[in-house]
Structures are given as C-alpha cells and as structure tokens.
C-alpha cells in the first residue's frame, strides 16, 4: 500500500525502537492502548526522578522492587539494569577489560559463526540495517566478540545475538552491553548458552513440573499428545520472549528480570500458559497444540504491558527461588541420567 494512500508516514511504520511495523498491525488498538499507557509512563517517570533525585545509584529495597515491577521508564532503563545486576560494578572493577577484549588475539572459528548471524538479526529493525549511520550491526559484532573472547566456555551461541542487540538498543553504548551480556548469561540464566544447554534443557523440565502443579489440565494434554515441552518454549527461554512479545511488554519483562532473576521467566509462561488455558485446552492433536502455543503470544493481552505485569505476578500465585531451585536440583540429575 503506498504511504500517502495510507494517511501514514515512514516514521510512524517504525517504533521507537526502529522496528518496522507488521502489515496488518493494529494501529487503533495500539494507540487506544498507549493513550492510556502514556498516562502511567508519565506518572512512573516523575517517581522514579524523585526516587534518583540527580544521582546515579540506588539501593536495593522493597521500594525499589515495587517501582520496578510497575517499570523503569526508558531515560532510566540502562543505568538502573547496570545497577541492580552487577554489571556496573563488575564494569568500574574492570576498567579497559572490554576494550582489551578486542584488541587481543581472536578465534577465526567464533568470529565466522557470529558473522554468519549478523544479516539474521533483526532484519525488520532499521537500525540494524548496513544502510543505518551509524549501523548497529558493527556495536552488535565487536560485543559478541568481546564476549566469546571472555567466556570461552560459552563462546557464541544463537539466540546471544538478538539478546546482545536489546542490549544495544537500550543503552546505545557497547561497554555496559557486554557487562549487561554477562549478567545475564554468568549469573541470571545458570547454564542456558554453554554447548549442551544443559540449563536451558532443565528450566523447560521445570516449567513442566510447574504447569503440572499450577495448570495440570494443560500439562495432561501435553503429556496425553506426546508433546515435548521444548517443542513449544524453547524460544521463550533463549531469547528471552523477543520476536515473541511486543517490544514494550519484553523490556518490561527483563526489567525484573535483572532485579529478581530468572524465576519471571516462570512468572511469564505460566501467565501465558493460565490466562489461555481453555482455548490451549481445544486442541485435538500435536500440531494444532503448538499452534495454539504460537497464539497465546499474539494481541491484546500481551500488547497492554502494564496489566500483563501485574498478572504475572498474581497469576501464577507463590512461587520461591527456593521451589525453582529444588525442581532444577531433580529435572537436572534426571536429564543427566538419560545421558
């Protein structure tokens, strides 16, 4: 459709975030919801200005979880995740380290795959595109090969590019990525990125011990049709749901994320998985149940953030690192035991 007949220009195809808008996006809705969220995101960004009062630094409290939870408005966004994750202080006791990173010897083997994934990322962002001055692609490459060089262990993994390039987006500032990088696969998702993914594998066994306490109709389904749990969340685990929620509703989700660690990541699906439970439930075979997994990420209930924020954390009811701790102590020595 051509832009004049639309009665809409480029800038308002692309979001804030230089992703490019679907074809059959919503606008109505969207905008009938960002009318509404605005509100809120004016009224947040005035607490949280009190709340820093010109400094640089907060401390951890329940007034602080309270604030995060209810979201970091985006001028904040960089500095409070380098806070409350580590990442800036790991950052001010390694002063140069990242920048040694590149200048040192490299491996052609990590520097080929993370070439060969850099066209994949994010192709409907424009900001990522090698037209864009500057081009994200190049930030998005030197701190993935900062980071293959600092934890060789991991080296590159698939799925670390679009996490990387969030990153970038958000703190514009390739340093505090990379330390951001490492707070998350170091410390915040224990094991998800090494080559047998054993972390990854038993947080996927742990969702579905969860489903079976919290959603056991839908964990009976699954079971009864042979459908394995990596099947339909893989992806919500590796990259931790981008290009699977909207934007707005992912950055919100990684700001608890950073503060609390990786149980929202439960938090999240078993929301998903409550809040559809009879239409996952009207599913009659195995492929028609991963399609109704690829729905209930799509339209309203995910698009309007701030709600969704507060559903997850009622929705799903208690839910103690300790429970995630002991199901990742028993779904792990059992994947290990099938070899």
């Given at each position: 459709m051509d832009r004049r007949e639309d009665g809409r220009d480029w800038a308002y195809r692309v979001d804030p975030y230089g992703f490019e808008r679907p074809e059959d996006f919503d606008y109505a809705s969207y905008e009938a919801f960002f009318s509404r969220y605005l509100v809120v995101l004016t009224r947040r960004a005035i607490k949280w200005s009190k709340l820093l009062k010109g400094n640089n630094s907060i401390q951890k409290s329940l007034?602080?979880?309270?604030?995060?939870?209810?979201?970091?408005?985006?001028?904040?966004?960089?500095?409070?995740?380098?806070?409350?994750?580590?990442?800036?202080?790991?950052?001010?006791?390694?002063?140069?380290?990242?920048?040694?990173?590149?200048?040192?010897?490299?491996?052609?083997?990590?520097?080929?795959?993370?070439?060969?994934?850099?066209?994949?990322?994010?192709?409907?962002?424009?900001?990522?595109?090698?037209?864009?001055?500057?081009?994200?692609?190049?930030?998005?490459?030197?701190?993935?090969?900062?980071?293959?060089?600092?934890?060789?262990?991991?080296?590159?993994?698939?799925?670390?590019?679009?996490?990387?390039?969030?990153?970038?987006?958000?703190?514009?500032?390739?340093?505090?990525?990379?330390?951001?990088?490492?707070?998350?696969?170091?410390?915040?998702?224990?094991d998800y990125y090494s080559p047998a993914m054993l972390g990854l594998k038993t947080d996927q066994e742990v969702l579905g011990e969860l489903v079976k306490m919290k959603v056991p109709a839908v964990a009976e389904l699954m079971e009864r049709h042979g459908v394995m749990w990596t099947l339909v969340v893989s992806r919500w685990f590796i990259c931790l749901f981008i290009d699977i929620l909207p934007v707005e509703t992912v950055l919100r989700i990684w700001d608890c994320l950073f503060y609390e660690g990786s149980k929202i990541i439960f938090r999240v699906a078993l929301t998903l998985i409550k809040q559809h439970q009879a239409f996952i439930l009207e599913a009659t075979n195995f492929p028609d149940i991963c399609e109704k997994f690829k729905q209930i990420t799509k339209g309203a209930f995910v698009t309007e953030c701030h709600s969704f924020m507060q559903k997850i954390f009622t929705d799903p009811g208690s839910l103690s690192m300790t429970t995630v701790n002991k199901l990742r102590e028993t779904c792990r020595e059992k994947l290990l035991s099938q070899g």
């Open positions: 007034k602080v979880k309270r604030y995060i939870r209810k979201g970091i408005p985006n001028e904040h966004r960089a500095l409070i995740w380098m806070i409350v994750s580590g990442a800036q202080t790991n950052m001010e006791e390694n002063p140069g380290y990242y920048h040694r990173l590149l200048e040192g010897e490299k491996n052609d083997k990590l520097l080929e795959a993370i070439k060969t994934d850099m066209n994949r990322t994010f192709p409907d962002n424009v900001k990522f595109r090698k037209t864009a001055d500057p081009c994200l692609q190049h930030a998005l490459y030197n701190v993935l090969v900062a980071y293959g060089h600092h934890n060789k262990a991991v080296g590159y993994c698939q799925g670390m590019n679009f996490i990387a390039g969030y990153l970038i987006l958000i703190t514009k500032n390739e340093e505090e990525s990379f330390w951001l990088l490492d707070a998350l696969i170091g410390r915040i998702l224990p």
